[in-house]
């Protein structure tokens, strides 16, 4: 208790965070999503989704969606990829409504998605074929883009002669390569170990860093949310809401560091307290599970 | 004893060697019982063959007897003080020794056809390979397109395979009658019988295998802009090509079983052609011949052509699991 004393507010920000934010604000917006909600019929009856979702994104922002899972985050992220119809609301990108996939909106998937039957290059030239461009002009993009997630030397190989970490650095290149407005991504590390991701993660600040994308990162994982993001949409379920939008203080550029940081802590404290509620209702699960344990060994033989 | 044991631990996958080496023993067991029944005397041999047939009036040199009636005789002989029949144990006619079979592999080939006009053994097999050939090319042509069609849109599926569901349970050879009253005598209503029979499992077959795919392939290609017809020509077709090689693989043999129901129908012919005259000519060595030349040619096509689809699918990961 004393330390989180210590911390400082997670509302808190410095001067040059604070200037920063209000640079994000002044940029034009990307992605608004305004009332948005999605009701399905499941053996259950109807279930709500996503209830009453608002909110912008601006150019080059880098957002995350955090929430329990059973929050609709994925659905959320599908709906504006135009994968699934929403029930009511609007999703406008570029001001314009949102009617089904495109690729103006690149996705990255959290299985892997990339194409078995073609090599690397082939599953990176895919996507500009698919819009009309020339063989070259789409080998030439894919050779470049390649090279900036560092795959160039693997370009003739198939996708299950890569490592988990370098399938997702392809299907990052392959999403860009098609220029979209914006790059969702569900999840996209969550398959990872943990060394790989951390290294998948700085990879990605990297790649937003240096070139004109916007962001939108999916994770339950609230390291992962407060390292990558320069808001964090906290959703909670059952309806998936919007709990509360996050503007992380940490500083940029961020490092390994940043994650023992204070400001880092106390978003981190935040962040459990939304997801984790001192008086932690029991789920669905919790109540269904209760495991029994029996002593199986001799109770002299203990390892605690 | 460790040593046997390991065989059995259930897909461990061991080296290619010892897999192949079971597999030529899975050849040589039957072949072994077959050689035991028919080279050991006192394992079942129920006849006897008649080498002197004594002063039996009705035995000749060649004959089969049974063994009851050949110990009835030679006892009645001893009885009557005349001469004893000699014979030596022997297995019916419609069980050739290995050896025999073995020789008619060839022998059927150069044997000319009892009926002047009447095919080799050569031009009956060609003929029933060109009839299963049509058959799977003309079921395929439709079969497939459709198969994948109702896989990958479900107004498709809805619509067709109900009753693609119901017409499956209607045996092919239950058609014979009409596809000759359509088609004629000759080869139409074969190919049409290995058409019925092989069709409808693969539209079924297939659509099922393109519902296998993973969705998230598809919703990749959407997001990257693929568009209806591309969606299923750059997405669906070339992600499903390996499974539906080995769909194609197992419905080729299928329409082999087919076969023979197919070529009785109209003017016999081809192998089964062959096949029915050399048994009413007693030729049983070259019935077997023929019986395993089908084996031969359809198991061998098989494997020529998962030869090939490990050449053509370089990429198909669920290959080296078998």
Same mark, same amino acid.
């Given at each position: 208790m004393n330390i989180e004393s210590t911390l400082p507010g997670y509302l808190e920000q410095s001067d040059a965070v604070r200037a920063r934010f209000d640079r994000i604000r002044q940029r034009e917006i990307?992605?608004?999503?305004?009332?948005?909600?999605?009701?399905?019929?499941?053996?259950?009856?109807?279930?709500?989704? *996503?209830?009453?979702?608002?909110?912008?994104?601006?150019?080059? =922002?880098?957002?995350?969606? *955090?929430?329990?899972?059973?929050?609709?985050?994925? +659905?959320?992220?599908? +709906?504006?990829?135009?994968?699934?119809?929403?029930?009511?609301?609007?999703?406008?990108?570029?001001?314009?409504?949102v009617l089904g996939p495109g690729q103006d909106r690149g996705m990255v998937f959290q299985g892997y998605s990339l194409f078995p039957w073609l090599t690397v290059k082939k599953n990176v030239m895919f996507g500009p074929e698919m819009n009309g461009r020339d063989h070259d002009e789409a080998?030439?993009?894919?050779?470049?883009?390649?090279?900036?997630?560092?795959?160039?030397?693997?370009a003739d190989a198939y996708p299950h002669q890569l490592s988990g970490g370098m399938r997702q650095r392809v299907a990052i290149a392959r999403a860009l390569v098609n220029q979209p407005r914006i790059l969702l991504m569900d999840e996209p590390f969550g398959a990872l170990d943990a060394m790989t991701r951390a290294k998948m993660q700085t990879h990605l600040l990297d790649i937003w860093r240096n070139i004109d994308i916007t962001v939108l990162f999916i994770t339950h994982d609230l390291d992962e949310a407060i390292f990558l993001a320069d808001r964090i949409l906290v959703l909670k379920a059952h309806p998936g809401e919007v709990q509360e939008v996050i503007e992380v203080p940490v500083p940029r550029p961020r490092s390994a560091a940043s994650l023992s940081s204070p400001e880092f802590r106390a978003t981190k404290?935040?962040?459990?307290? *939304?997801?984790?509620?001192?008086?932690?209702?029991?789920?669905?699960?919790?109540?269904?599970?209760?495991?029994?344990?029996?002593?199986? +060994?001799?109770?002299?033989?203990?390892? =605690? | 004893m460790g040593n046997i044991f390991r065989w059995f631990v259930p897909r461990s996958g061991?080296?290619?060697?010892?897999?192949? @080496?079971?597999?030529? /023993?899975? @050849?040589?067991?039957?072949?072994?019982?077959? /050689?035991?029944?028919?080279?050991?005397? @006192?394992?079942?041999?129920?006849?006897?063959?008649?080498?002197?047939?004594?002063?039996?009036?009705? @035995?000749?040199?060649?004959?089969?007897?049974?063994k009851s009636v050949f110990r009835d005789e030679l006892a009645n002989m001893q009885l009557q003080h005349l001469g004893v029949p000699h014979g030596e144990p022997a297995n019916p006619i419609y069980l050739p020794a290995p050896h025999q079979v073995a020789k008619a592999f060839y022998t059927a080939f150069t044997t000319e056809p009892e009926q002047k006009d009447g095919p080799w053994l050569h031009e009956s097999l060609w003929h029933s390979v060109k009839i299963i050939f049509w058959g799977f090319v003309i079921s395929s042509l439709f079969g497939v397109p459709l198969g994948i069609l109702s896989g990958t849109y479900s107004i498709f599926g809805r619509l067709s395979e109900p009753f693609i569901e119901f017409f499956r349970y209607l045996p092919a050879p239950a058609f014979g009658a009409l596809a000759v009253a359509v088609l004629g005598i000759y080869d139409g209503p074969k190919i049409a019988i290995i058409v019925i029979g092989t069709f409808f499992q693969q539209v079924l077959i297939v659509a099922n295998t393109t519902r296998k795919l993973d969705t998230t392939i598809l919703e990749a290609a959407l997001t990257l802009g693929t568009r209806r017809i591309s969606l299923l020509t750059r997405v669906v077709v070339p992600a499903i090509l390996p499974d539906l090689y080995r769909d194609q693989r197992i419905l080729l043999g299928w329409a082999w079983t087919y076969l023979i129901v197919a070529e009785l129908i109209g003017t016999s012919t081809g192998i089964t052609w062959f096949i029915t005259q050399q048994a009413r000519y007693q030729h049983f060595d070259n019935v077997y011949a023929a019986i395993m030349m089908i084996g031969i040619l359809g198991f061998g096509t098989d494997l020529l052509l998962a030869k090939l689809g490990r050449r053509l699918f370089p990429w198909d990961r669920s290959l080296d699991r078998t």
């Amino acid at each position: 208790m004393n330390i989180e004393s210590t911390l400082p507010g997670y509302l808190e920000q410095s001067d040059a965070v604070r200037a920063r934010f209000d640079r994000i604000r002044q940029r034009e917006i990307i992605l608004e999503v305004r009332n948005l909600g999605k009701h399905y019929s499941s053996a259950q009856g109807d279930v709500e989704a *996503l209830r009453d979702i608002n909110f912008k994104v601006h150019r080059r =922002e880098f957002i995350c969606v *955090l929430g329990p899972s059973g929050c609709g985050k994925s +659905t959320l992220v599908r +709906t504006l990829a135009g994968l699934e119809k929403h029930s009511s609301g609007k999703v406008l990108l570029d001001g314009k409504p949102v009617l089904g996939p495109g690729q103006d909106r690149g996705m990255v998937f959290q299985g892997y998605s990339l194409f078995p039957w073609l090599t690397v290059k082939k599953n990176v030239m895919f996507g500009p074929e698919m819009n009309g461009r020339d063989h070259d002009e789409a080998e030439r993009d894919a050779r470049l883009w390649l090279d900036l997630v560092g795959l160039d030397k693997f370009a003739d190989a198939y996708p299950h002669q890569l490592s988990g970490g370098m399938r997702q650095r392809v299907a990052i290149a392959r999403a860009l390569v098609n220029q979209p407005r914006i790059l969702l991504m569900d999840e996209p590390f969550g398959a990872l170990d943990a060394m790989t991701r951390a290294k998948m993660q700085t990879h990605l600040l990297d790649i937003w860093r240096n070139i004109d994308i916007t962001v939108l990162f999916i994770t339950h994982d609230l390291d992962e949310a407060i390292f990558l993001a320069d808001r964090i949409l906290v959703l909670k379920a059952h309806p998936g809401e919007v709990q509360e939008v996050i503007e992380v203080p940490v500083p940029r550029p961020r490092s390994a560091a940043s994650l023992s940081s204070p400001e880092f802590r106390a978003t981190k404290a935040r962040l459990e307290e *939304l997801i984790h509620p001192a008086a932690a209702q029991e789920s669905e699960e919790d109540q269904v599970v209760k495991p029994h344990m029996i002593r199986f +060994t001799n109770v002299t033989d203990n390892v =605690e | 004893m460790g040593n046997i044991f390991r065989w059995f631990v259930p897909r461990s996958g061991k080296a290619a060697r010892q897999r192949s @080496f079971l597999g030529i /023993c899975s @050849f040589l067991l039957p072949l072994l019982v077959w /050689c035991l029944v028919s080279y050991v005397p @006192f394992i079942w041999h129920p006849k006897i063959l008649v080498v002197d047939p004594g002063g039996v009036d009705y @035995f000749q040199v060649g004959m089969l007897v049974d063994k009851s009636v050949f110990r009835d005789e030679l006892a009645n002989m001893q009885l009557q003080h005349l001469g004893v029949p000699h014979g030596e144990p022997a297995n019916p006619i419609y069980l050739p020794a290995p050896h025999q079979v073995a020789k008619a592999f060839y022998t059927a080939f150069t044997t000319e056809p009892e009926q002047k006009d009447g095919p080799w053994l050569h031009e009956s097999l060609w003929h029933s390979v060109k009839i299963i050939f049509w058959g799977f090319v003309i079921s395929s042509l439709f079969g497939v397109p459709l198969g994948i069609l109702s896989g990958t849109y479900s107004i498709f599926g809805r619509l067709s395979e109900p009753f693609i569901e119901f017409f499956r349970y209607l045996p092919a050879p239950a058609f014979g009658a009409l596809a000759v009253a359509v088609l004629g005598i000759y080869d139409g209503p074969k190919i049409a019988i290995i058409v019925i029979g092989t069709f409808f499992q693969q539209v079924l077959i297939v659509a099922n295998t393109t519902r296998k795919l993973d969705t998230t392939i598809l919703e990749a290609a959407l997001t990257l802009g693929t568009r209806r017809i591309s969606l299923l020509t750059r997405v669906v077709v070339p992600a499903i090509l390996p499974d539906l090689y080995r769909d194609q693989r197992i419905l080729l043999g299928w329409a082999w079983t087919y076969l023979i129901v197919a070529e009785l129908i109209g003017t016999s012919t081809g192998i089964t052609w062959f096949i029915t005259q050399q048994a009413r000519y007693q030729h049983f060595d070259n019935v077997y011949a023929a019986i395993m030349m089908i084996g031969i040619l359809g198991f061998g096509t098989d494997l020529l052509l998962a030869k090939l689809g490990r050449r053509l699918f370089p990429w198909d990961r669920s290959l080296d699991r078998t």
